[in-house]
């Protein structure tokens, strides 16, 4: 059974950064498109960072040059580097799995129970 977990969640001020990590079991990891979304209370939920599976990678404009999504095959595990964190990027961020790439859009198959990110001013 396909298992998305994530990690590296907590609180920062505003500046600081994280690394988020998604821990992937049950698939074949190095064939499957992985995404990172986050949805912040009272918002619909949006694409932060995706990469293919020959490592293309695709970022929201609201995160270029600050976050970095990259993958370790051998490890099977996503990460999302967040650097110069703002309070608008306080959100439960979610990673997801899918064999289609669906690059910024949350139509990804498979999803982790999220991890909290909240930036403090």
């Known amino acids: 059974q396909l298992q998305l977990v994530e990690s590296g969640g907590g609180s920062v001020q505003s500046g600081g950064s994280l690394r988020l990590s998604c821990a992937a079991s049950?698939?074949?990891?190095?064939?499957?498109?992985m995404g990172w979304f986050r949805q912040a209370p009272g918002k619909e939920r949006e694409g932060v960072a995706a990469?293919?599976?020959?490592?293309?990678?695709r970022y929201a404009d609201s995160v270029k040059g600050r976050f970095t999504i990259s993958r370790n095959n051998v490890k099977n595990t996503l990460y999302l580097q967040m650097n110069s964190l703002k309070p608008e990027d306080t959100a439960m961020y979610y990673c997801?799995?899918?064999?289609?790439?669906?690059?910024?859009?949350?139509?990804?198959?498979?999803w982790g129970q999220g991890t909290q990110v909240t930036v403090s001013s």
């Open positions: 997801a799995a899918d064999r289609i790439y669906w690059y910024l859009l949350p139509s990804y198959a498979y």
């Open positions: 990469i293919d599976s020959a490592g293309g990678t």
């Open positions: 049950g698939l074949t990891y190095d064939m499957y498109s």
